[in-house]
Structures are given as C-alpha cells and as structure tokens.
C-alpha cells in the first residue's frame, strides 16, 4: 500500500531539544522511521516532516532530516514572528512548505500575531498554517482567522470529540483536516467509521492521512491497521485520495 505520510516527527541525536512540561522524547532518526514503516509493508510516497514543542525554533535537524529523506518530503516548522523574509526564502529552498502553531504546548503568541504572521508567509512563500488545538475549545474568534487563512490544516481531526460541526465549517471552508493520531485522538475507531464518511461527504479534497510516528505521547501507536481502517470504510478510490493523493496536491504543490 502506498501513502502521502502528512505528518510525522523526526529526532535525530546531536540536535537541540526542549523538555516540555518535563517531558522528552525519545530519539527517531530517519532510519527509524523508514524501517518501521518497511516493515509493516508501507510504501511511502512522499510526506511532511512535522515539528515538534520539543524542538522549539530549530531548524537544524529540519534542513538534516529533509537532506536524508529526498525531494519527495516536506517540512513544517515553528517560527518566531521576528523571522526575517530572508530565512523564511532560506528554509523554502530546503523544502520548508508551512509554519504550525501548537496550543497544546503552550502559545505565547495572540490571535492577531498569529493571522499576521500566517499571511506574511503564505505572501512571501505560499506557505500552508497548521494548527494543534481542540477543536471543543475553538473560539469563534480563532475560527473565523483560520477560515480567512489562505491555506490552513488542523492537526489530528481536531482531537475532541464534540466537534463534528465544527470539522465540517473547517471543512466547507477549504480548511485540511489531518486524519492523523487515532492513537491520541478522543474518537473511537466504531465513531470514525461513521464521521470520516461525513467529513468526506463535506470535502472530498480536505481529508489527508498521516501516521503521526513515532507517536509521541499518545495512548496508542500507529500500526498499519490505521490505513486499513480507511481502506475499510471507503472505495479504493476514495481511499487513495486520503492516503495520498490529496495530500500530494496540499503539500507538493503551491
């Protein structure tokens, strides 16, 4: 089976890492994360390098997994709102494709920094805004910016599991929702197969899976029955656009 792997981490030795709440994870170099996945008879076509609390605002280990990963990966990265022009043009010639903010970590920074920041990128770069939040304590407030964002995602369905109107607004609005972290995630796996038709039904373009590895802090790991749950619920067809084609056609393209 083939896969677009829309959101992943990577922590490879020798480059600086931030305990989090005192938490630190574990190391998962490239080799890790393509043996795993070899392993488990997964083909992976492309994906996104996805960073972490723990890794703060480096970019070091980014620009190293990107060089052993290839052409066909990309990044997403954490960014102070100092960053100059000339970086963010640096990191776009390495395959940086989009900044995230993480609210489960901690946000230092205000909505409106936020919509500022996320324009001047996507302007200069065409840069995508993913978010990590709980979609059960979206404010209208935040909801309206990121429906306004030119090209925004959510993290992991949303995480909670009360927000099924609001997955499908996102949705309606041209906003990509990550199928990623079953394992973190408040839905059961019965509740996915009746939601994930419904949020497909809404956007067929703006479901994009993910394996979320090395599946930092969740209950549950990834395993390959995470991708047969898809292929359970839907046609191959529609399988394959939300294993990989609609996340080559968010990430690999501007």
Known sequence: MKIFDSHFHIVEPDFPIIPN???????YTVEDYQSELE??????????VVSGSFQGFDQTYLEHALG??????????QLPLNTTDKEIERLDKL??????????????????NIEAFSKRVYDLAKWKTEFYLNLDNLSEELEKVILQLPKASVDHLGMGSASREKLTR?????VTIKVTGFGRIEYTRDQLET?????????????????????????ERF???DIELIQKIFSQEQAEKILLKNAQNWYMTK
């Open 68 to 77: 052993k990963l290839g052409p066909n990966f990309v990044g997403i990265t």
């Open 170 to 174: 996102l949705l309606a609005g041209g």
């Open 195 to 219: 939601l994930l038709p419904e949020l497909f039904a809404e956007n067929p373009d703006g479901l994009i899976f993910g394996s979320d590895l090395p599946s930092t802090r969740a209950r």
């Open 39 to 48: 392993a488990q008879e997964i083909e992976v076509a492309g994906g996104t």
């Open 95 to 112: 395959g940086v494709r989009g900044i995230r903010f993480n609210f489960y970590r901690g946000l230092p920074e205000s909505i409106e």
């Open 223 to 225: 395993s390959v029955k």
């Open 21 to 27: 709440t005192g938490f630190t994870p574990d190391l």
